[in-house]
């Protein structure tokens, strides 16, 4: 039997002008995968990420997440998606459960329900005793987490992370692949952009673009073995050059 795929992208063209920033992609995503997006700055990543999550129309092809069509539902795609952007996207001048109790209206949660999972996921993040802190005084580090944190609070079924690691410590940066892991382990899909080449390897499947096209999509120790090379550092600069 089929894994179920949470995202279809057959023959995907974006082009501004006489710009194309996505050359006719393929590929798909499977429920609880974690999906690593990989490519240079400028190489059509973000362009894509925004068509995914309903924020931009393809000029031509067939996107599909989470069941729709992002061309003719993306407000149905808002709904079942998760977001957590390169920039810290929280408000710094609201407490940690303001910040949820705020998000969990945007994403049309009653009342109990936000009470039962905010508290659930403050706890688990060692936060609820902290929850009337301003966001102001947390660390980058605890930013990031508490901003992974309200991404997943509706139980989205895909969670798209663009660079989420950016600037954090090692130790950080380990703690929030382990949150990454656990979400996935609860059936949520990750699709994650990063820098990181390291954290390519913690994929279930990558794929590199370069110049809007999809130059290589697999698992990293597939990748490694095709390109003989030793880490998925050595993947993408073979395909960069």
């Not at 947390?138 to 798209?160: N, Y």
Request: hydrophobic fraction near 40%; charge should be neutral; charged fraction near 25%.
């Amino acid at each position: 039997m089929e894994n179920e795929q949470v995202i279809i992208v057959r023959d995907l063209v974006k082009k501004f002008g006489d710009f194309t920033a996505n050359a006719g992609l393929n590929f798909h995503v499977d429920k609880g995968e974690i999906f690593g997006f990989l490519g240079a700055n400028g190489a059509g990543k973000t362009t894509a990420m925004r068509i995914l999550c309903g924020l931009s129309s393809p000029t031509s092809g067939l996107v599909e997440v989470a069941g729709y069509n992002v061309k003719t539902h993306a407000e149905e795609v808002k709904k079942r998606i998760g977001y957590m952007s390169q920039k810290f996207s929280l408000f710094e001048d609201l407490t940690i459960w303001e910040n949820m109790r705020f998000f969990s209206t945007v994403y049309g949660m009653n009342k109990t329900a936000f009470k039962e999972r905010g508290e659930m996921l403050l706890r688990k993040l060692e936060l609820f005793e902290k929850r009337n802190r301003l966001v102001s005084t947390l660390s980058l580090g605890w930013k990031q987490k508490l901003a992974f944190t309200v991404a997943i609070l509706h139980e989205p079924s895909i969670v798209f992370l663009d660079e989420p690691t950016g600037g954090v410590d090692p130790i950080t940066r380990r703690q929030f692949w382990e949150m990454i892991y656990e979400a996935a382990d609860n059936g949520i899909t990750v699709f994650v952009t990063t820098h990181y080449m390291d954290e390519a390897e913690y994929c279930n499947r990558v794929t590199i673009m370069v110049d809007g096209r999809i130059d290589a999509l697999d698992t990293p120790a597939k990748l490694k073995e095709k390109y003989q090379v030793n880490s998925m550092n050595d993947v993408f600069l073979a395909l960069a050059r």
